[in-house]
């Protein structure tokens, strides 16, 4: 998220907004000043027949309750609304907007019947919620459709006076466990559960308890306990969704990084704060061992700007052959394959995360990616396609094109790099080649024949460089560039690059992809050559 001195201001306004909330007439709020910045929020609601007088307050409450989810988030919010038995009511899945079919909903339909005894399916309902499952397959009448998105505050409000009982109406270890791999699922997806246990009966609260309170300690939530009459609830829902608590952990994309948003400081593929390790030992970084288990160590940097304590979160990591632009999907990955990931509890001052990499994949020259993923601590901007314009715009996103390349005196060493297209429409791009240390010697590319091809369709400009084989050219290693190669969207070149250095030492060449001058991606190649 922002540094500090980007958003002190939100934290000063909360008593003038929240008394604007207060006074709101009954119907839906306009817009407001924005405190909490962009909210999904879904409610997932135990609606049997022992629920009735939770439900009956619920119905007393909504409307304060999203009057305030659209002041706080300034209009910018999706409602999600599920129900559930022992099957699951989705009626109203994550959209934008649409603060008065659920307050509608709640207030003139929701009503407390059936259930045919405890347990519920609520493990089963934050399966549908937090992973947004379709209903094909599930006791489930529509799809919980709308992406929870990078750039909200996340929350699940579940309220409950059953234990979990999956859709058999049993209650096992397994439903406990499921409890817990749902509070996981939603560490991991920056979702914080928040949850109301309602004691309409006290014979199973030694069960219950615990693993409500689960759902909001593992994800950075709150636990409340209602009256056994439902008393509370509403008041207990307001009191989640106005905790707008803020926490600014980042990655540095430079040395000179301090974490502003967006990063006005260029390069944005060379992270000091990425690298790869033989073990859980600090190193110099190297590059991975093909066929080992690695270990990926990145650096989180936490000044706890806002003094709540250590930062709740999940570090994931990713990889890709070395690339200029690359392409980001939050469902798939797109261009990147997952490396693995860890929850993290990230003091003031900050920690080094240790991710495992586990049996290396040849041929051992990749880019990092490494994306903190918290419920506090959402990306300001949103994510789209663009890498290079995602980690430039985002202090929670680093990214680590450095590879290391050995080779002795007059012996060819290769590396590998791939031009991409993560714009979303045809773009002519230019490959770079700058000499930090220029290599003593020889460096060629391999163009191969489509992207020779495509290069003289586009005019065949080109700046230090001469053609040396069919498909090949030799760079001046100070300087050169190939201009103009047209790259549609989503298309992806394999390039080989050859350094023959003539003479011992340790170089540092960076090969840089340009569209109209903006960086998209490159990679730093660190050739270090002995005579034997």
């Known amino acids: 998220m922002r540094p500090p001195h980007r958003r002190g201001a939100l934290l000063a306004a909360v008593a003038l907004a929240l008394t604007a909330v207060q006074a709101a007439p009954a119907a839906v709020a306009a817009p407001a000043a924005s405190r909490c910045g962009p909210l999904d929020v879904a409610f997932v609601l135990d609606d049997t027949g022992s629920m009735g007088g939770a439900i009956a307050n619920l119905k007393t409450g909504i409307t304060s309750i999203v009057n305030d989810v659209v002041a706080a988030s300034g209009g910018d919010y999706r409602l999600g609304l599920v129900t559930f038995k022992d099957n699951i009511g989705v009626h109203a899945p994550l959209t934008a907007g649409n603060a008065a079919q659920v307050t509608n909903y709640v207030t003139n339909v929701l009503a407390a019947a059936g259930g045919g005894g405890e347990p519920e399916a609520s493990d089963e309902a934050l399966n549908t919620v937090v992973n947004n499952l379709a209903a094909a397959g599930r006791p489930q009448n529509a799809d919980f459709g709308g992406a929870w998105r990078s750039n909200a505050t996340k929350v699940v409000v579940l309220v409950t006076d059953a234990r979990p009982g999956g859709f058999d109406d049993a209650h096992t270890a397994a439903d406990v466990a499921n409890a817990s791999t749902r509070a996981n699922q939603a ?134 052959p070395p690339s200029g632009s690359t392409t980001w999907d939050d469902a798939t990955g797109g261009d990147w394959v997952p490396v693995g990931e860890q929850a993290v509890s990230v003091p003031a001052g900050g920690t080094v995360v240790k991710v495992p990499w586990v049996n290396v994949p040849g041929p051992g020259h990749f880019c990092l990616l490494a994306r903190w993923v918290s419920a506090t601590d959402p990306m300001t901007f949103a994510e789209g396609p663009n890498t290079a314009l995602n980690t430039k715009n985002n202090n929670n996103i680093a990214w680590r094109n450095f590879q290391t390349v050995r080779g002795r005196v007059l012996e060819p060493v290769r590396s590998w790099f791939t031009l991409g297209n993560a714009t979303g429409q045809p773009v002519k791009t230019d490959l770079v080649l700058t000499g930090e240390k220029p290599v003593a010697g020889e460096v060629v590319i391999d163009l191969g024949p489509r992207l020779l091809e495509r290069w003289r369709e586009s005019g065949g400009r080109a700046e230090g460089v001469k053609q040396v084989g069919e498909t090949s050219f030799r760079l001046d290693p100070k300087r050169s560039a190939l201009l103009g190669l047209r790259v549609e969207p989503g298309e992806r070149f394999a390039t080989e690059l050859t350094f023959t250095p003539e003479q011992p030492g340790e170089y540092l060449t960076n090969l840089v992809q340009l569209v109209d001058g903006e960086d998209q991606g490159g990679v730093a190649y660190q050739v270090v050559t002995d005579r034997e």
Not at 221 to 244: E, K, M, Y
């Open 187 to 320: 560490l991991a997806r920056g979702v914080k559960i928040s949850s109301v246990y309602v004691p309409t009966s006290t014979a199973y609260s030694a069960a219950i308890t615990p693993i409500m309170q689960n759902y909001a300690t593992t994800t950075g939530g709150v636990f409340t306990q209602a009256a056994a009459d439902g008393s509370g609830t509403a008041a207990a829902i307001q009191r989640f969704l106005r905790d707008c608590k803020r926490t600014d952990v980042f990655v540095r994309d430079q040395t000179t990084d301090t974490g502003a948003e967006p990063n006005p400081n260029g390069t944005v593929w060379n992270s000091p704060d990425i690298k790869v390790c033989p073990g859980l030992a600090d190193c110099a970084g190297i590059q991975p061992v093909v066929g080992a288990t690695n270990y990926v160590h990145v650096r989180l940097h936490y000044a706890d700007p806002y003094g709540v304590g250590p930062a709740l979160g999940t570090l994931k990591v990713y990889r890709t």
